[in-house]
């Protein structure tokens, strides 16, 4: 089965620092990748998708992801973070085929003032 | 953006209760999901359905059933409540069954004691 791997379990920045959040999964065949954001206290909400072309998305809030089929990685950037993006973000892959939904385990951002 | 919805949001009850807890969507959406979230592990499927009068088991072994009457409603109830079964319960719907982009309710954090 696949699974999907975050390096990175707790992140702390200060306001304005660039963050990059890893995200690699197991699976060699056709996928669709997912950043979802939990904010404290609030659902799961849609991120960015990526499911074919351009492999740099552009999602909401100012945060985009790339796809390195290669390393088959789908990392989350944002150049410069604030306080409000102190949230829970969680790498999905979906697997085109025998449509089997993975998550990751999540990073917890915590964005100092 | 789908409208999910999840009641109750909080549920502290005794070992051996049954209870069920609601899932509606108003989206028309056929896939259906039942996932548990416990803190820094990954989202675990625990049920989903295709659509009506379908249901299928998820990866996470479950004492709890599920059923598909209506296409926007999806109840997952626990017969006989346990304190292992304290958790975060999301459900979620899929607007694209092939690509599998899910949409996620507040969920219901419940606490068996």
């Known amino acids: 089965a696949q699974s999907v791997s975050q390096h990175n379990h707790h992140v702390i920045l200060s306001e304005a620092a660039s963050l990059e959040l890893g995200c690699n999964y197991s699976?060699?065949?056709?996928?669709?990748l997912f950043w979802y954001v939990q904010y404290p206290g609030q659902h799961l909400q849609l991120l960015l998708k990526?499911?074919?072309?351009?492999?740099l998305v552009k999602g909401i809030k100012g945060f985009e992801a790339e796809f390195i089929k290669s390393k088959f990685s789908f990392n989350l950037r944002k150049p410069s973070v604030q306080w409000s993006d102190t949230a829970e973000y969680f790498c999905?892959?979906?697997?085109?085929?025998?449509?089997?939904?993975?998550f990751g385990a999540g990073t917890r951002l915590t964005v100092k003032p | 953006e789908a409208d999910i919805y999840q009641t109750p949001r909080y549920l502290v009850i005794g070992t051996g209760k049954k209870i069920t807890l609601e899932c509606s969507q108003t989206?028309?959406?056929?896939?259906m999901y039942w996932y548990q979230q416990d803190p820094g592990m990954e989202l675990h499927l625990i049920h989903y359905?295709?659509?009506?009068?379908?249901?299928e088991k998820g990866d996470l072994s479950s004492e709890s059933t599920v059923s598909r009457i209506r296409t926007e409603h999806f109840p997952l109830t626990l017969e006989s409540a346990r304190p292992s079964h304290t958790s975060q319960y999301l459900c979620?719907?899929?607007?694209?069954?092939?690509?599998?982009?899910?949409?996620f309710g507040p969920g219901t954090r419940l606490t068996v004691l």
């Open positions: 359905s295709y659509g009506v009068n379908s249901t």
């Open positions: 999905a892959v979906n697997s085109y085929n025998n449509n089997d939904m993975r």
């Open positions: 979620a719907s899929s607007e694209d069954p092939a690509r599998n982009t899910q949409y």
């Open positions: 699976y060699g065949g056709t996928v669709n």
């Open positions: 989206m028309g959406h056929d896939k």
């Open positions: 990526y499911f074919s072309g351009d492999p």
